[in-house]
């Protein structure tokens, strides 16, 4: 006879689910009216269990790992078939056939560089995972109302965070350095950070050299006369055709740098101070789309860079 497998208790499967769609053990603990403590003691109950973090404790906080979002989903749907099961509303024949997983278009603002160097490559994957999930691209470098005036359901931001009106959630980090194409100067790399005084440093409106300089103890203000751009793919296909040394963004990056057609300069670690955040307002009607694809992001920045 099959042995059900135990199953944690349903509190702990409640409030780890909050922790991680709230991104705060505080915030998950005043709407399940528990402690801070309480919360915390039932998230280290479950890391015990599965034996692997599921939350990376650093100091701003406690930030869950890409298992974690995708444990929570998990969850999530579950809890969401119990609440079903209970409601009164929900039993009967019709009721039970419009269970059916039914088909969800969402439409996704996001920059036309991001969307085709990193998540339009990664797209078959999403679709074998959520295929009653279709996901309409919208690119554009304006932010997106999502509201019903502009048809946008979620948002993939690059920035500080901050946005009113929003939910927004960090989904990935992002490294910065420099490249050039092997055709600039003749291959002729600087061999010393110093050195990029006597180089052509290209501009990108939003992505400034000078934090990137600071952070490797170099001092140089922003290149005046520069060629400035305003969007990053005019700055990067610049920077492969020789015109100058651009500071790329480790996603956009990847597959120039494994064909050849861009080299990374140095192997100096700097993680810039914007990020790449998910953003969808609370009272969607689609929440359910969207927290997949939030739990699919953060998976995929869990995967190696490309």
Excluded at 126 to 144: N, Q
Excluded at 273 to 282: D, G, L
Aim: aromatic share 8%; with cysteine; charged share 30%.
């Amino acid at each position: 006879m099959h042995k059900r497998p135990h199953l944690p208790p349903l509190q702990t499967l409640r409030a780890f689910e909050a922790a991680v769609r709230l991104a705060s053990f505080t915030r998950a603990a005043d709407e399940l009216a528990l402690t801070q403590g309480a919360v915390s003691q039932h998230v280290r109950a479950l890391e015990a269990r599965l034996g692997t973090p599921l939350f990376a404790r650093e100091r701003s906080g406690a930030v869950p790992t890409p298992r974690a979002h995708e444990l929570a989903l998990q969850i999530r749907q579950g809890l969401n078939v119990l609440e079903r099961a209970f409601d009164p509303l929900t039993h009967g024949a019709s009721r039970a056939r419009g269970r059916m997983r039914e088909s969800v278009r969402l439409t996704v603002s996001v920059l036309p560089p991001f969307a085709d160097r990193w998540l339009t490559p990664r797209l078959d994957r999403f679709k074998r995972k959520y295929p009653h999930i279709e996901l309409v691209l919208r690119k554009e470098a304006a932010l997106a109302r999502l509201d019903r005036r502009d048809g946008v359901d979620v948002a993939l931001r690059y920035g500080p965070g901050a946005w009113p009106g929003v939910q927004a959630e960090r989904f990935m980090e992002e490294e910065i350095f420099p490249v050039m194409s092997p055709v600039y100067r003749n291959g002729a790399a600087p061999r010393r950070f110093a050195d990029l005084a006597h180089c052509t440093l290209l501009k990108h409106r939003a992505q400034p050299w000078e934090p990137w300089f600071q952070a490797v103890g170099l001092d140089l203000t922003e290149p005046r006369g520069a060629p400035r751009f305003d969007d990053a793919r005019g700055l990067l296909d610049a920077a492969e055709q020789g015109q100058g040394i651009a500071l790329a963004r480790a996603s956009l990056v990847a597959q120039a740098l494994r064909e050849g057609r861009l080299v990374r300069l140095w192997k100096r670690r700097v993680t810039d101070i914007y990020a790449h955040f998910v953003v969808w307002r609370a009272d969607s009607p689609k929440r359910e789309a969207i927290e997949a694809l939030r739990a699919w992001l953060h998976s995929e920045a869990g995967r190696r860079a490309g």
